[in-house]
């Protein structure tokens, strides 16, 4: 964002407690936090920023996570107030729920970014609220009553030129030989970082339901996936379930994919959905994923209802079998790619920079 920001002419300042190799450049501002504690580390990050921004002017603050006074709020994992209140939720079984809602309670460092959240939000001027989604605007309106001149929707964008299946068409033969995948196999591609979120249990029963020996799930992620593991095998799903483990190169799988799965409980805007739809993968996920707003279920893949529906997830995996269904699955994703660009988002957000410029 802060380069494409840069490249159409305005000057950007990152601050951060720490900057990834090559990314700190010289108008970045680096701020001391160190504590024994994360809850510490982000007490003295926000007396930083507050020092920083004491002294120096900016048109815009644009925040990624609660702070004590900016002009736009970009909460990229959501609001806190709603991990706080409803993160039990992500989980399938009573038992993990109950003990998610025990963790929430004495989680010091979530509990410390709810409380910084609402005093930003409930007081006299608070800022934009750029929800990366619709479904993530609906938490920010349960929890806060703010006025629709503070709410703004913003969805997550893709880099067109990286991700272009025209790119690199030899990635995907690649990977499918490395897995040893047949040329007649269907491969249905989850990645993921969070496997109990993200639906991966889900998945792997609904495949054993599809009970079609051309259909392989390859999952990539870093996760230990050993339980995951031992129910493929318990389903009878051994040798077509495929742990790829972690990637740096996610192009190669989208390539190598017949389509996207992700069975999600929570996700605010899934960029793996939005890579895949402009890779021309058709796409699987749920309600409770907003990147399913830029879809059409039925045109680009299909939105599940409800995470846990394993039948209904079967048979949008059986029908992803289909070749003739897919090819006009692909076609409809492609046509997705100005949607999804950097320049709409940057646009759309240039739009929003202007519209606080008004109100002030």
């Known amino acids: ?59 815009v603050v644009h925040a990624m996570l609660p702070v004590r006074r900016c002009d736009v709020y970009h909460p990229h994992a959501g609001i806190a107030a709603e991990a706080v ?70 969805l997550n964008a893709v880099d067109l030129a990286k991700f272009d299946p025209a790119r690199r068409p030899e990635a995907g033969t690649q990977v499918r030989e490395r897995f040893a995948i047949e040329p007649d196999q269907m491969v249905g591609l989850m990645i993921a970082q969070d496997f109990a979120r993200k639906g991966l249990r889900e998945a792997v029963l609904a495949a054993s339901q599809v009970q079609d020996p051309r259909l392989r799930l390859m999952v990539v992620g870093k996760e230990d996936p050993g339980r995951y593991r031992q129910l493929a095998s318990e389903q ?19 390539r190598a994919a017949d389509f996207f799965v992700l069975p999600t409980r929570h996700d605010p805007c899934s ?13 699987i996920s749920t309600v409770f994923n907003g990147a399913c707003e830029i879809m059409h279920s039925g045109t680009h893949g299909v939105v599940l209802e409800d995470p846990g529906d394993l039948n209904a997830l079967a048979e949008s995996m059986r029908q992803m079998l289909d070749a003739e269904r897919r090819r006009a699955i692909t076609d409809a994703c492609l046509q997705l790619r100005p949607a999804l660009s950097y320049d709409r988002h940057l646009d759309d957000l240039l739009q929003i920079y202007d519209r606080i410029g008004a109100s002030r």
């Open 85 to 154: 209140a409803s993160g039990r939720l992500k989980h399938a079984g009573t038992v993990q729920r109950a003990v998610a809602r025990v963790g929430a309670r004495f989680n010091a460092r979530r509990q410390r970014f709810a409380q910084v959240e609402r005093q930003l939000l409930v007081g006299p001027n608070p800022p934009v609220v750029l929800c990366l989604s619709e479904y993530v605007k609906g938490t920010v309106q349960k929890h806060y009553d703010l006025p629709d001149a503070k709410l703004a929707t913003l």
């Open 236 to 254: 009878g799903l051994a040798d077509r379930v495929i742990f790829a483990g972690p990637t740096t190169d996610p192009y190669s799988f989208y």
């Open 1 to 59: 964002m802060a380069a494409g920001l840069r490249g159409r002419g305005h000057e950007v300042s990152l601050a951060a407690t720490s900057f990834g190799e090559g990314i700190r450049t010289a108008p970045d501002v680096l701020l001391p936090a160190r504590a024994a504690t994360r809850v510490g580390r982000y007490g003295r990050f926000l007396d930083a920023l507050d020092a920083h921004l004491s002294q120096t002017r900016y048109d």
């Open 271 to 283: 960029l793996v959905v939005l890579e895949s739809l402009a890779m021309g993968v058709p796409v």
